[in-house]
């Protein structure tokens, strides 16, 4: 028996992973802001500091209020679908019907207090940052192998693996 409920957390857990990856990636940036305790803002040195710092707090505005929407929304579909569910039992697979807006409930939640948390973060470092630039310039240029490329090289220099596909993701 403990065996089954091993393997039966690795499997939701990794199917979790994987749905995790298909879903917007700010919201798994926001998700992980919840436990922040300073933030490190560092922004293009076309803006100023109080621009930088006010387009900050206008997306965690944006951010906290569109998770609340769309946690509200799952919620309802969730338990829509609960009340459903013993007449889609006889159905191979019903527990997706539950369980997928169920677990978008609980990520938007914690999108939705990630975002909220880090408009009440007191200690915040702001920094211009020149490699941002030269994202916003390859940004601006999409298509080619070579941008892509570019994309790589500035991943690398500001030691951040996953921006590619953020950016791909996010951009696209």
Partial sequence: MAGFLK????????TYYKLEHKIDPMEQVFKRLRHASHLNLFYSPGLSEAEASEKFEALLIRQKNKHTFWAGVDFIISIFT???????????????????P??????????????????????????????????????????????????????QQLKLEHLPHFLERYSG
């Fill in 7 to 14: 393997k039966l957390i690795v499997l939701i857990r990794d």
């Fill in 82 to 100: 609960f009340f459903l569910s013993p007449i889609l039992i006889p159905l191979p697979g019903p527990n997706l019907f539950l369980y997928y």
């Fill in 102 to 155: 169920a677990l978008r409930t609980v990520s938007h939640y914690l999108a939705r207090r990630g975002a909220r948390h880090g408009l009440t973060v007191k200690e915040r470092r702001l920094a211009p940052l020149p490699l941002i630039s030269d994202i916003e310039v390859v940004l601006n240029q999409r298509g080619s192998r070579r941008e892509f490329a570019r994309i790589h090289h500035l991943a």
